[in-house]
């Protein structure tokens, strides 16, 4: 069974950094998948798209309330997507969840969930002023 894996939430002060991994268990990043995207939803918010990336090249996606502080990257060996937050702020307050089978288009200029994308469990991130 396919398995996106979790972890790495808590509870920061602001300026603070985080870092979330999103594992991947019975398939391969870029074997299996090809896209790869972090997502969030903040009470009483619709979720949006925070980083996604192609796995086999092209430009990563950031949403602009999150460029220049957060960064994702993949180790191939250890099957993870990471997302490293830093300068963190109280409104990025949110659960934040791993998906797989994005679309996210080379040039990293937009992401969006599709039909197809596979969730991950969320995580929550607290940043307190």
């Known amino acids: 069974q396919n398995q996106l894996l979790v972890s790495g939430g808590g509870s920061v002060q602001a300026g603070g950094s985080l870092r979330l991994s999103c594992t991947a268990s019975?398939?391969?990043?870029?074997?299996?998948?090809?896209?790869v995207g972090w997502f969030r939803q903040a009470s009483g918010k619709e979720r949006e798209e925070v980083s996604c990336?192609?796995?086999?090249?092209?430009?990563?996606y950031y949403a602009d309330s999150v460029k220049g502080r957060f960064a994702l990257s993949r180790d191939k060996d250890e099957n993870t997507v990471y997302l490293q937050m830093t300068s963190l702020r109280p409104d990025d307050t949110a659960m934040y969840y791993c998906?797989?089978?994005?679309?996210?288009?080379?040039?990293?200029?937009?992401?969006?969930?599709?039909?197809?994308?596979?969730w991950g469990q969320g995580t929550q991130v607290t940043v307190s002023s």
């Open positions: 998906a797989t089978d994005v679309g996210v288009p080379w040039s990293g200029s937009y992401c969006i969930s599709r039909g197809d994308t596979q």
């Open positions: 019975g398939l391969r990043f870029a074997d299996d998948v090809f896209t």
């Open positions: 990336t192609r796995l086999n090249g092209g430009n990563v």
